[in-house]
Nanobody
Framework: QVQLVESGGGSVQAGGSLRLSCAAS????????MGWFRQAPGKEREGVAA????????YYADSVKGRFTISQDHAKTQLYLQMNSLKPEDTAMYYC?????????????????????WGQGTQVTVSS
């Protein structure tokens, strides 16, 4: 059973930084897709970043390119999202998700409806 547990959310002023972590367990394959998604009140969920753990290929939403970095640890049990130069519009609940997808699916933009495994979410609040 795959389990994902996020941590690292919090409140920060605009221009600040946060690092989100996602502890993953229960995987049986060496390569899988992991992503970060966010949902603000009254808005649809959106994909923020994704990574294919086997090869390390990544995807970023245009709104976070150059500010956010997705990464994994060597053991592929931890997923990170380093968020710099945060803006008030980054305020949302952030979710970690995972599943087994080929690269073309993993790195495609979207709300992540195909992902079967989700964490409980961690809140990020950016004040102006």
């Amino acid at each position: 059973q795959v389990q994902l547990v996020e941590s690292g959310g919090g409140s920060v002023q605009a221009g600040g930084s946060l690092r989100l972590s996602c502890a993953a367990s229960g995987y049986t394959y060496s390569s899988y897709c992991m992503g970060w998604f966010r949902q603000a009140p009254g808005k649809e969920r959106e994909g923020v970043a994704a990574i294919l753990t086997g090869g390390g290929s990544t995807y970023y939403a245009d709104s976070v390119k150059g500010r956010f970095t997705i990464s994994q640890d060597h053991a592929k049990t931890q997923l990170y999202l380093q968020m710099n130069s945060l803006k008030p519009e980054d305020t949302a609940m952030y979710y970690c998700a995972a599943d087994y997808f080929p690269e073309r699916v993993c790195l495609a933009p979207g709300p992540g409806d195909l992902f079967g495994y989700w964490g409980q979410g961690t809140q990020v609040t950016v004040s102006s």
